[in-house]
């Protein structure tokens, strides 16, 4: 099976033609579904976004949430829009409520939003301000402990909500998961311009805690394999971090979104 992917689009700078020519290419690639690794949009303007790929893409729709997404709004509005759409439209999937999909016998895909949970590098001391902290309403007015602390609890709703669906998935026998969620959740896979991150901006653009849960699940799992797709740093790159873990971390450019080269399941 085929596999579309898109990371951070950002269609609301992209514009609609951008938008309909990305959902073109789907098309033509005869994919079997498209994924979608979050900053789809901002919150005003995703549901628009996400109704023009349900409609257009021509095959089922896979997706999670990015930071930009909740931009003027907040977290559980934005994620009750997500959930409210994929009922509305049979080939549309917020994948942030535990859903494992089966794409083939053997490959299932499991996802999450996820989050820069301030683990890796030093988030007391980043001189770093994301417009995340002025334009999300979680985020804004909090002093720096109260801010990494909802950080933090971000990161482990995250890591919660993908562990039950990767131990479904794996006591369901598939052989290989696809990982789906837009924070790179290992500092090896958090890319800046073919480097890794500092410890500036490491701790806003990882997720330790999803990267905790992925080693110890899989540690406890040799048997199966799990490819992990993200985004956020607009960097892209490779790390295989464990024998049966590897990461991909696509690329993005502003006004210039791409679908990334086509993945294959087993």
Not at 92 to 101: K, P, R, S
Not at 122 to 140: G, P, T
Not at 201 to 219: I, N
Not at 250 to 258: D, H, I, L, T, W
Request: proline share 4%.
């Amino acid at each position: 099976m085929k596999l579309a992917w898109i990371t951070d689009p950002h269609l609301n700078v992209a514009g609609v033609q951008q938008a309909m020519r990305l959902m073109a290419e789907v098309r033509q690639m005869n994919a079997g579904a498209l994924v979608v690794s979050g900053d789809i949009g901002e919150a005003p303007d995703l549901e628009g976004w996400l109704e023009l790929m349900a409609m257009q893409a021509g095959c089922p729709v896979y997706f999670v949430l990015g930071n930009h997404d909740f931009y003027h709004d907040s977290v559980a509005e934005v994620r009750a829009v997500a959930s409210v759409l994929s009922q509305k439209f049979p080939n549309l999937c917020w994948l942030g409520e535990g859903n494992v999909i089966r794409l083939t016998d053997r490959t299932a895909l499991i996802g999450h939003d996820g989050w820069g949970d301030a683990r890796h590098g030093n988030a007391m001391l980043s001189r770093v301000m994301l417009a995340d902290f002025h334009c999300i309403e979680d985020l804004m007015h909090l002093s720096k402990d109260v801010l990494i602390t909802k950080l933090q609890s971000l990161g482990d709703e995250a890591a919660e909500v993908m562990e039950r669906a990767l131990r479904r998935a794996i006591r369901e026998g598939y052989e290989e998961i696809k990982v789906l969620t837009h924070v790179p959740p290992f500092r090896e896979a958090c890319w800046h311009e073919g480097e890794q991150s500092d410890d500036e901006w490491a701790p806003y653009f990882s997720c330790k805690a999803v990267g905790d849960m992925l080693e110890r699940v899989m540690g406890e799992h040799p048997e199966c394999r799990v490819h992990v797709l993200c985004g956020h740093t607009h960097s892209g790159g490779e790390a295989q971090v464990m024998s049966n873990v590897r990461v991909t971390t696509g690329a993005a450019e502003y006004r210039k979104p791409v679908v990334q080269a086509p993945l294959w399941c087993l």
